[in-house]
């Protein structure tokens, strides 16, 4: 128990969610649920849009060897019939795939893909099958928030299907499972070790003392692992983004820690006498002060620190969506999906709360949202520009916290990066190919090629003419006769030659979502609307 207090007390001053370390949630249930794998499929006719930049090309078939691609034939052009000489042969006990006008992607991967916490109240199905029905392929458990052995023991069902779930890579949140802070370097060193003993794929730091955090990624970086950092406030003055990447960290979280490497004319933020980092209002009312602190775009410093991190290699994990509530939260709030598969208890984690992570609208309005829409302006400037200079950037949505629900978040996230400047082919290339060279396993996913793992999304709409077809709820659309309609959401997701119905894991959350509601007598409101309602 002192351990998991010591953990605790961490997670909450760092600014991690105290639900993560509170409890597992329920375990994913072992269903054969897919229609696969096959000895050979073959999907028949799509438009693939592929992770590597390239333009569309269509039709082509894809042959699948059980979980393996093992060709990618062009079998035609638009607008004329498909050459059948060209088709490759359908084998004895192989399947076939009718996909004639629809659009064949990469499965996708988020790089924050916390799986859920007991003060949410997601078991991990839910989770799992929201990503899924929306591409979601390959997640990085930031922090295995479960416990290591939880995160590794789904990693390994997932890997032999055994569950509805994407693959996984977990990684620890340091000095978790010790009995003790890490103090010293060989503190560090030592944890370090332990943890790769351990079997995790990597660590996520949120920030320690200089000595403490140069021991550790160095000696991480030393055993081959992966790491990611958001750097806390409490550290940062003393540690930043660009010190990380010296060190060796591998990938940053959000966007704390690249200002104050920006810093030219200053050391510390320009906190107000009154502040109080356990208050979460003001810590991020005057976190979207912070990017106006930095160096202007453009400028020495700010050039001299982007060419740096270019250098290393340093990967950019944004995470746009998860804060986007801070520049709009009526948006956040009133996102059509939340009626129908928000579960009660995560709408409620969502309430202005001094308790609950991330559910700091104590006294939020006007003032803060114009201060963080100029935030955001310069921040996506920056990841913009790193991109255009040849950096990576990759996707990930954080969801479970601030409005953003698992799946659906994701697709904003895709949006947010278009947003910024990104092409549309850049965007699925940071959600695909960028995602699996920053996790180290571009031999096996990010594009559909031969040789590589049978990760694909399948949408019957263009997410390049429109990103929004992606989501679950799909896109609004009027007809040549005048009505409108819904189309899109993805329509399959194949994880390793796996066809699953991306539209009934939707179903099957639904039904989680209208069984939780009934059984506790939950009614859909806004926050503070509750008595007038029922009044």
């Known amino acids: 128990m002192k351990k998991i207090m010591i953990q605790l007390l961490l997670l909450v001053i760092l600014g991690a969610s105290p639900g993560l370390l509170s409890g597992q949630i329920e375990d994913a249930p072992q269903i054969k649920e897919g229609d696969g794998p096959f000895t050979q499929l073959i999907i028949r006719g799509a438009t693939l849009i592929n992770g590597n930049g390239s333009p569309p090309q269509g039709p082509v078939d894809v042959v699948i060897k059980n979980n393996r691609i093992v060709n990618v034939v062009s079998v035609g052009a638009p607008g004329v019939p498909i050459d059948q000489n060209r088709r490759p042969k359908l084998e004895e006990g192989g399947k076939e795939l009718d996909a004639e006008g629809m659009y064949l992607l990469p499965g996708f991967i988020d790089m924050h893909g916390h799986i859920g916490g007991k003060a949410q109240g997601t078991p991990a199905e839910y989770v799992f099958k929201l990503w899924m029905a929306h591409g979601v392929t390959t997640i990085r458990e930031p922090g295995s928030g479960n416990g290591l052995d939880w995160t590794l023991k789904h ?50 730091f949120f920030g320690a003392t200089p000595e403490v955090m140069d021991a550790a990624l160095k000696e991480n970086k030393s055993l081959g692992l992966r790491s990611a950092c958001h750097h806390a406030q409490l550290n940062v003055a003393w540690w930043n983004a660009l010190q990380s990447a010296r060190a060796g960290l591998t990938s940053m979280e959000h966007w704390y820690g690249l200002p104050e490497a920006l810093f030219d004319g200053q050391t510390v933020q320009d ?36 060419d740096e991190l270019l250098d290393l290699d340093f990967t950019l994990d944004p995470t746009f969506n998860i804060y986007e509530a801070s520049r709009d939260l009526h ?92 092409h549309p082919l850049e965007v699925i290339r940071a959600a695909t190919l960028n995602g699996a060279q920053a996790l180290g396993v571009e031999k096996d996913l990010g594009t559909i090629e031969p040789g590589k793992l049978a990760d694909m999304v399948l949408v019957e709409e263009n997410p390049l003419a429109n990103l929004q077809v992606l989501y679950g709820t799909g896109a609004i ?8 309609e819904r189309v899109g959401g993805v329509k399959y997701t194949i994880k390793d030659g796996i066809i699953y119905d991306a539209k009934q894991l939707l179903r099957d959350v ?14 859909f409101t806004q926050p503070g609307m509750e008595k007038e309602i029922k009044s």
């Open 271 to 306: 906190y107000p006498p009154d502040y109080n980092y356990n208050n979460e209002q003001d810590r991020f009312s005057e976190a979207g002060k912070l990017w106006e602190q930095a160096a202007k775009p453009g400028s020495e410093k700010w050039n001299a620190v982007m």
């Open 331 to 422: 948006r956040a709030r009133t996102q059509e999906w939340h009626q129908d598969y928000t579960l009660p208890t995560l709408w409620e984690f969502y309430a202005p709360s001094r308790v609950s992570h991330g559910s700091y609208w104590h006294d939020w309005g006007t003032e803060q949202e114009v201060n963080w829409k100029k935030n955001y302006q310069l921040w996506m400037q920056f990841v913009n520009t790193y991109k255009n200079r040849g950096g990576r950037v990759t996707t990930g949505s954080d969801s479970g916290f601030i409005y953003e629900l698992y799946g659906f978040a994701y697709i904003r996230e895709l949006e947010l990066l278009r947003e910024a400047g990104f």
């Open 155 to 204: 990693k390994v069902l997932s890997a032999e299907n055994k569950i509805t779930a994407p693959r996984i890579f977990a990684y620890t949140f340091f000095g978790a499972g010790s009995d003790k802070p890490i103090a010293t370097a060989e503190d560090a060193r030592v944890w370090v070790r332990q943890n790769a003993k351990n079997g995790a794929d990597g660590i996520k």
């Open 510 to 523: 639904k039904a989680m979502v209208d069984k939780a509601k009934a059984e506790s007598g939950f009614e």
């Open 477 to 484: 659309k009027l007809n040549d006769d005048n009505k409108v």
